[in-house]
């Protein structure tokens, strides 16, 4: 019998040896820079006390992500370069420009102002253009330029804050690493990911346009205002040395604020869109309003996979796990349909899709669980 083509297996880890490689540079790069300049204790404290950052800030962006899950791979790989990539090269070009900006170096505060957001949002940036260039068939929109933007930004901090964490230990001990983790970590962990993610909402309009100008235009417009919030935070921060909680609530916490209603409006609007581009199958008599709806909300998507869990099981659960994701993914392709995107791979991809669903639709039948949709209607009436 011939052998099976073991390319494709060995290709994918390569891949993720060289990614491994890749990022471990860096991320052994910024620990051993951070450990000269702070020392190894005071590098281990801030170490550990970044995770905190990471408990908090990535959930939420996972959290935004539920409707149309992106690849776990990307996710990883936009995190990964702003903790190791990102923050490397803005070490590196800071250090340039604070020296060009003021060769005595007697003050820094110009280079903090006008240097860093400049550099930081750049790179912080480019790993998620990267990825779009690399995997353009995988941003669909909005969300998922903001998803992958703001992981980008939560490794930037997560990393950023180890540096800040060492620096406070090494110069004032305990009460230096206490003071700048009550300032950074548990007053403002949202800081980058606030920034950056107008740069993520312009990359998601560049990709649901088919405007070339729109296409060029956004993104750039959006790294402008990450830019532009960056400048009036480090200005405020600047200013408010001896002021830190006036600054706080009258900056920080309305960007917060507006920060949080933001994710959760775009977390709507992508429900919202799910089941606009679904309805074009039930005119087709290929799903049933139910299911859309069903489709279209969290909560319902929630009940759906506990209930198929209760009456059928953990196969069950699956598929029905399994029909949600394809769902998502069938209302992703109809966008790019309604936009006019109809080469052969959008189109094929859709007929797969449609089977897919099909198919595991005939499963909910043979297992019983079309009496979800009785059960949930039934409720509703109530």
């Known amino acids: 019998m011939p052998r099976a083509d073991r390319r494709p297996v060995l290709r994918k880890w390569l891949f993720i040896a060289l990614g491994i490689v890749f990022f471990g540079c860096g991320g052994v790069a910024m620990l051993l820079i951070t450990g000269s300049r702070s020392g190894v204790t005071a590098t281990v404290f801030g170490f550990v006390l970044s995770l905190v950052v990471v408990g908090i800030v990535v959930p939420v962006f996972l959290w935004?992500?539920?409707?149309?899950?992106?690849?776990?791979?990307?996710?990883?790989?936009?995190f990964a370069w702003g903790a190791c990539i990102a923050t490397l090269g803005a070490v590196v070009l800071n250090d340039v420009g604070s020296y060009l900006f003021d060769p005595t170096h007697t003050q820094n505060t110009g280079a903090a102002v006008f240097v860093a957001p400049v550099v930081e949002e750049?790179?912080?940036?480019?790993?998620?253009?990267?990825?779009?260039?690399w995997r353009r068939r995988e941003v669909d929109g909005i969300v998922d330029g903001m998803v992958y933007a703001g992981l980008s930004a939560a490794g930037f901090a997560a990393v950023e804050d180890i540096v800040y964490?060492?620096?406070?230990?090494?110069?004032?001990?305990?009460?230096?690493?206490?003071?700048?983790?009550l300032v950074r970590v548990v007053m403002s962990p949202f800081a980058h990911p606030m920034f950056t993610i107008c740069t993520g909402i312009g990359?998601?309009?560049?990709?649901?346009?088919?405007?070339?100008?729109l296409r060029i235009g956004a993104p750039?417009?959006?790294?402008?205002?990450?830019v532009g919030l960056h400048f009036l935070w480090n200005v405020g921060a600047v200013l408010s040395q001896r002021g830190w909680l006036i600054f706080y609530i009258a900056l920080q916490l309305p960007l917060f604020v507006g920060f949080m209603t933001l994710i959760v409006l775009a977390r709507r609007h992508e429900g919202r869109m799910i089941g606009i581009h679904l309805g074009t199958y039930v005119d087709r008599g290929l799903l049933t309003?139910?299911?859309?709806?069903?489709?279209?909300?969290?909560?319902?998507?929630r009940y759906a996979e506990a209930w198929a869990e209760r009456h059928g099981g953990k196969q069950a659960q699956r598929e029905m796990r399994e029909f949600q994701e394809a769902g998502s993914e069938l209302a992703m392709i109809q966008a790019r349909l309604h936009r006019g995107q109809h080469d052969r791979r959008t189109v094929q991809t859709e007929l797969q899709l449609l089977a897919l669903v099909g198919e595991r639709r005939t499963q909910f039948l043979d297992t019983a669980l079309y009496r979800y949709y009785v059960d949930r209607a039934e409720q509703a009436g109530r």
């Open 64 to 78: 935004l992500d539920r409707f149309e899950r992106e690849p776990t791979w990307m996710l990883i790989c936009a």
């Open 122 to 133: 750049s790179m912080k940036a480019l790993g998620p253009l990267l990825l779009l260039l």
């Open 165 to 181: 964490l060492a620096g406070g230990y090494a110069d004032s001990g305990d009460r230096g690493l206490f003071s700048t983790f």
């Open 203 to 213: 990359i998601g309009v560049a990709v649901t346009t088919a405007r070339w100008w």
């Open 220 to 226: 750039v417009v959006g790294w402008s205002a990450a």
């Open 289 to 301: 309003p139910q299911e859309v709806q069903m489709l279209a909300s969290v909560r319902e998507r």
